[in-house]
């Protein structure tokens, strides 16, 4: 316990970013001998601003107190990524979450066949009804179905996963204990029950937009692929799965209707070739059954009438949708006749590294290695972040596989 807090205490400063806390882990060590530095230590910390270092010579443990009384209340275990029971495939990612809070069953999710489903929140009809669909054969087949829990499609595959009998795991945007959205209160209980929900939040955080993003590196980092079910032309799956891959994992898509809003980004990924088209859960379990031979096979495929009839007894009302407007995008003259995007509209929509990029291009058209140059992020996710931002429509190839921005983007 006496080590667990310093995590608790590193992890819970106010105003420092991930890389931020792994730039003082690196340096320091530990994050006991992080607490233990002076003043004078923290300023030969490379890279480290003003705001961090003030955040770090706070060293009051009463946030930390709370946070360990919370859990122990809420019945909610801790785990630190140099814990042996902290996934090794989610150590293995950029910037992996340094502490994560589970709420659930054991699950070892390194021999699991683990298979995340995303999509648009403001899902229509037939994407609901795809992502129950395989929500459902996937547990029924082995796999391990990993989403978040949001209204759309993601609470669709975790209703259809739980249908199935199966545990599922929901990884959350804020504290286990914070309910978002708040009519998804049984659903939260119901996962807890089968399976794990999980954050890198401490309770009582609050969804905010912000953390949506960098929660889907954790979605990704816990699977082997990730299935994307009905996304625009930008939104948190895209995100998802520009993650997977940077994390070098599968990624599937579920193509839909050439002329609807919300398969634009779906039906791009396929064109992009940055997802393997898929019609059905056999689609992804043939990718994975030979690596879990002991997962998969296990269970008779349902028939058409049988998934119906379970597909049925899942709530009749569907989700209450709130869509975020489309951020407006502003037009103004620019010598490259380019149309600038703002940063403020866009921050939750688009990683770093993709601004990064967008910055970088704005010097003019470059290659990848260039690109890797010029931003000193690492080649495979200069690549990954291309991809996903080639289908939302921000750059394009050129000749030479050399790649432009066809917008500008304005950080204020």
Request: glycine share 8%; charged share 25%.
């Amino acid at each position: 316990m006496s080590n667990l807090k310093y995590w608790l205490w590193l992890t819970s400063r106010v105003g420092v970013s991930g890389q931020g806390m792994a730039e003082l882990l690196s340096h320091f060590g530990t994050p006991e001998s992080a607490y233990f530095a002076d003043r004078h230590a923290y300023e030969s910390v490379a890279g480290l601003s003003e705001k961090p270092r003030r955040s770090f010579q706070d060293k009051s443990l009463s946030r930390v107190d709370q946070i360990l009384g919370d859990c122990d209340r809420l019945g909610i275990r801790i785990m630190t990524i140099q814990d042996a029971i902290y996934p090794e495939r989610l150590r293995a990612i950029h910037q992996p979450p340094l502490v994560l809070y589970w709420k659930g069953r054991d699950i070892a999710v390194d021999n699991e066949a683990a298979v995340a489903v995303v999509g648009t929140r403001s899902a229509t009809p037939y994407g609901v009804r795809i992502a129950e669909q395989l929500g459902l054969d996937l547990t029924r087949a082995g796999a391990l179905v990993v989403s978040g829990i949001a209204e759309g499609i993601d609470a669709a595959a975790v209703r259809g996963a739980l249908k199935a009998g199966g545990p599922v795991i929901s990884v959350l945007g804020g504290g286990i204990d914070f309910i978002y959205p708040r009519f998804h209160r049984d659903l939260y209980a119901d996962v807890a029950a089968a399976g794990a929900l999980v954050s890198e939040y401490p309770p009582g955080t609050e969804s905010r937009s912000s953390h949506f993003p960098v929660r889907n590196r954790i979605i990704s980092g816990l699977s082997l692929g990730v299935a994307v079910v009905e996304s625009p032309r930008t939104g948190g799956s895209l995100i998802t799965a520009g993650h997977a891959l940077d994390q070098d994992r599968e990624v599937f898509a579920v193509p839909g209707p050439a002329d609807a809003p919300n398969s634009v980004g779906t039906n791009r990924l396929i064109q992009e070739g940055a997802a393997k088209l898929i019609l059905d859960a056999e689609d992804v379990v043939c990718e994975f059954a030979d690596r879990f031979p002991d997962k998969f096979g296990r269970s008779a495929a349902l028939s058409g009438e049988a998934r119906k009839q379970r597909l049925e007894n899942l709530s009749a009302a569907p989700d209450r949708h709130r869509p975020d407007p489309a951020p407006p995008e502003k037009e103004v003259d620019n010598p490259a006749k380019l149309e600038y995007i703002d940063w403020k509209n866009y921050k939750n929509k688009l990683t770093d590294d993709q601004r990064d990029i967008l910055l970088a291009l704005e010097k003019g058209p470059q290659v990848a290695d260039d690109l890797v140059e010029r931003t000193q992020i690492p080649a495979r996710r200069v690549l990954a972040a291309l991809t996903i931002l080639q289908v939302q429509g921000f750059v394009a190839e050129e000749s030479g596989k050399r790649f432009r921005a066809t917008v500008r983007l304005r950080i204020e």
